[in-house]
């Protein structure tokens, strides 16, 4: 399985950006972020069927996860983009449709937010 992690890029705060990750094929699917110094972080996750989403507390509403028409592909809209959202983020899938384990994992698309 081969995760494709994109959109990532350098936006002023209060600005908005969409990451995309194209699987070859269809999974339950996340994202997770990772800044300089700490540990990465669950972001947010979708379930196979798109039915079913789950965020961090830390978005706050400004987060949306999605699934594309191709069924393949996972985005993650976010907007109102803070300093602190700074990180390289990281896209990953599972086989489980159930669970909190994740299979595979993209190369990380950087995300950088200036103040």
């Known amino acids: 399985v081969q995760l494709q992690a994109s959109g990532g890029g350098l936006v002023q705060a209060g600005g908005s950006l969409r990451l995309s990750c194209a699987a070859s094929?269809?999974?339950?699917m996340a994202w997770f972020r990772q800044a300089p110094g700490k540990e990465r972080e669950f972001v947010a996750r979708l379930s196979r069927n798109a039915h079913r989403t789950n965020y961090a507390d830390f978005e706050k509403g400004r987060f949306t996860i999605s699934r594309g028409s191709d069924k393949n592909t996972a985005y993650l809209q976010m907007n109102s983009l803070r300093p602190e959202d700074t990180a390289v983020y990281f896209c990953?899938?599972?086989?489980?449709?159930?669970?909190?384990?994740?299979?595979?994992w993209g190369q990380g698309t950087l995300v950088t937010v200036s103040s």
């Open positions: 990953a899938a599972a086989e489980n449709p159930l669970g909190t384990n994740w299979d595979y």
């Open positions: 094929g269809q999974y339950r």
